[in-house]
């Protein structure tokens, strides 16, 4: 993904490209042990418990405001970042095949569905707090390139680059408490 501090060079497109193109390669390889940074999808005290989908829980629950306020068109671009941080940072998104054993990648368009599900949980709640609030905890203009009165759609890189700081954040604090 491209970084806005990043020059365009041709060798940083090749670079991308190599790089997508192993992602979807490494997506259809089973996997015997996920990462401290990969997502498992599934139920149990195993997978909640799992470093990963701590991060990714916490992530979310840092976008579930912003989620409530924002337009219904950019709904799908918050589901999106967050899938998209996640793979930034080295993460998949994993699926235990009990027969094998092993982890298999489900994809975007299901780790988008997941997403997607996860910040709709409690969604009313979280409307009727942000409403009965007189100060919000959120400006979604923050992420806007512009200060218009007007709510307005945002770009997806402003929800991924959002979701990317989030998440590093959440890595570093973590590294922090691992080495004191």
Same mark, same amino acid.
């Given at each position: ?69 924002? /337009? !219904?068109?950019?709904?799908? =671009?918050?589901?999106? +970042?967050?899938?998209?941080? #996640?793979? &930034? ?61 007007? /709510? !307005?759609?945002?770009?997806? =890189?402003?929800?991924? +680059?959002?979701?990317?700081? #989030?998440? &590093? ?12």
């Amino acid at each position: 993904m491209d970084h806005p501090h990043r020059s365009y060079t041709p060798a940083k497109e090749a670079e991308d490209v190599a790089k997508e193109y192993l992602q979807q390669q490494l997506v259809h390889l089973p996997v015997t042990s996920p990462t401290y940074f990969d997502v498992i999808n599934g139920r149990g005290q195993g997978v909640q418990h799992h470093p990963g989908n701590i991060k990714y829980r916490t992530l979310v629950f840092s976008n579930k405001g912003l989620y409530a306020k924002c /337009p !219904r068109s950019d709904k799908a =671009k918050i589901a999106k +970042g967050i899938v998209a941080a #996640v793979r &930034e940072l080295g993460g998949r998104f994993f699926e235990l095949d009990k027969q094998s054993g092993t982890y298999h990648d489900i994809g975007d368009e299901r780790a988008w569905a997941k997403t997607s599900q996860a910040l709709r949980e409690d969604q009313t709640k979280i409307r009727q707090q942000n409403y009965s609030e007189t100060a919000s905890n959120f400006d979604i203009s923050l992420l806007a390139s512009s200060t218009h009165d007007q /709510p !307005r759609a945002i770009p997806p =890189k402003g929800y991924f +680059g959002y979701s990317v700081q #989030v998440l &590093e954040s959440l890595y570093f604090a973590c590294e922090i408490t691992t080495f004191t």
